[in-house]
C-alpha cells in the first residue's frame, strides 16, 4: 500500500505566495495530494504540527560532502543525514573534490551512490575546468547528460578571463548556470584571514576585501556580456553587494551568502582560531551590515550553508597550517534565524523563500520549493520558540568544526519529509520505517 502521511495543525509557510496559512497536508507515495483545513485520513500516519511551521523542503546550493577522495572528512551518506538533521531535502554538492567533478564517469558514480540514501536529494555541480584548474574546458553536453545540474570551480576563481568568456557562451547551449566563488588569487595569495586590524595585530598575511570585489566586478559584467545564468555564492563584503545591487536587472545574476558571514567577524579570530578559519574570511561589522541590507532588498536572494567539513587533524595545529572552512549543515537555518528573523532584517516567509523557493528556481526544480497539491513530497517542519544549544557532538556530519558550539538557538528543523518518507524526526535521524 502506497504510504500516507497527514501533517496536522501546522501554520503552512507558502514561500511562492508569500503567505502564511493554518491548515493540514496530506502526503501520498511521493506527491503532496492535499493541501488545506480539516483534513482527516484514519488510515495515514500522523504527525501533530501544532505551533510549528511547515513548508517546502530546504535546498541549499553549496555543500561540500568530500567524496571522493576525502572520505575522512565526509561522505555523501554522513553528509545526506546532516543534510536531513538541518532540514535540507536538496543539497547541491560542489565539483572540487578529489579527483574534481570534471568527468561525467565520476558523476555518474557519485549519482547512483546518491540515489540509494534516503536522507536528501543529492545534487551535483560539475567543474568549470578540468581539475578545477582553470585552463581548459570541461566539455559541458557530456556533465549535463552525466547529470550535473550547474558548473562551478568553487574553492577557487576562474583566473582566465578568457577561458570563462567563452564557457559562459559555451555553456548556454546546455542550460547549465555558474556558481562562482570570487577571489583574484593574485590579492588573496597566502592570506589566511581578512586584511585588517586583527590581522596586522596577529601578523597573519591578509586577504584584502577588493580580492572579491573585483572578480566579482569582472564577472558581473561577463554576464552581462554573454547573457549566461551566474550565481555569485558565499559573498563577503560591503562592496560585492554594492556592484551586485547595480546591476541586478540588467544581468542573469543572483547571490547567496553563508551564515558565518552574518554572525562573525575577523575578531572572532581571537576567539576561535583555526574553527574561524574560512574562505572568504569573515570580515567586519559594515560587510555585515551590507550584507543584510542586500538580504533585506533583494540583492542576496538564496541563503545556503558552504558546508565544509574538515578532520579533527585538519583543524588542530596553528591556524597557519589549519584549513579553511567551517561545518555548520545542522545548524544553518537557526544560525539564520539568528542572524535575520530576530534582528528584523527578514520574516519567515521570506527566510524560507531564500531557503527554498528562490535556489528551487535557480536549480529549475519546478516540483520543489513549492508547498502545493501535485508537488514533490519534499517539506521540513520547523519549531520557531524552543530554545536548543548547539552541540557538535551531536553532528551527523563527520566535521566538528564549527565555532558556533555552546550557542542556544531558536528555529531548529524538527522533521524532515524527503520523496514522503519521513528522514528526521524530533531532530534525529529515522533510519527505519517512522512510525
Ligand atoms: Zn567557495
Known sequence: ??????????????????????????????????????????????????????????VNLHVHFREPGQERKETLETGARAAARGGFTTVLCMPNTSPPLDHPLVVQALRLRARALPFTNILFAGAISRGCQGKEMCDYGLLKEAGVVALSDDGASVESSRLLY???????????????????????????????EVAFLLGYKGIPRVAEDSRLARDVLLALDTGARVHFTHLSTERSVTILRLFRGQAPVS????????????EDVLRFGPLAKVKP????KRDIEALKAGIADGTIDILASDHAPHAPEDKEGSFLDAAFGISNLEITV????????????????????????NPARFLG?????????????????????TEWEV?????????????????????????????????????????????
Not at 546546455?174 to 588573496?188: G, M, T, V, W
Open 391 to 435: 552541540d557538535v557532538t551531536q553532528f551527523e556530519s563527520k566535521g566538528r568544526n564549527c565555532p558556533f558550539q555552546g550557542w542556544s538557538l531558536r528555529g531548529w528543523p524538527v522533521y524532515t519529509i524527503v520523496g514522503g518518507r519521513v528522514v528526521m524526526a524530533e531532530r534525529s535521524i529515522v533510519d527505519g520505517e517512522f512510525c
Open 365 to 385: 526544480l519546478e516540483n520543489k520549493g513549492v508547498l502545493a497539491e501535485g508537488k514533490d513530497a519534499d517539506l521540513t517542519i520547523v519549531d520557531p520558540q
Open 166 to 196: 567563452f564557457a559562459l557562451q559555451y555553456a548556454r547551449y546546455f542550460h547549465l548556470p555558474f556558481i562562482l566563488h570570487e577571489e583574484d588569487s593574485e590579492l588573496s595569495r597566502e592570506g589566511h584571514m581578512h586584511e585588517g
Open 255 to 266: 547571490a547567496d551568502v553563508a551564515p558565518h558571514h552574518l554572525l562573525l567577524t575577523a
Open 1 to 58: 500500500m502506497t504510504r500516507r502521511i497527514l501533517i496536522r495543525r501546522g501554520t503552512l509557510v507558502l514561500p511562492d505566495r508569500r503567505m502564511l496559512v493554518d491548515g493540514d497536508v496530506l502526503i501520498e507515495g511521493r506527491v503532496i495530494v492535499r493541501v488545506g483545513k480539516g483534513i482527516s485520513d484514519p488510515q495515514a500516519q500522523s504527525i501533530d504540527a501544532s505551533g510549528l511551521l511547515v513548508g517546502p523542503g530546504f
Open 281 to 284: 574570511p569573515l570580515r567586519e
Open 334 to 357: 537557526p544560525l539564520y534565524v539568528r542572524a535575520l528573523v530576530e534582528d528584523g532584517v527578514v520574516d519567515w516567509i521570506e527566510l524560507w523563500r531564500k531557503l527554498s523557493y
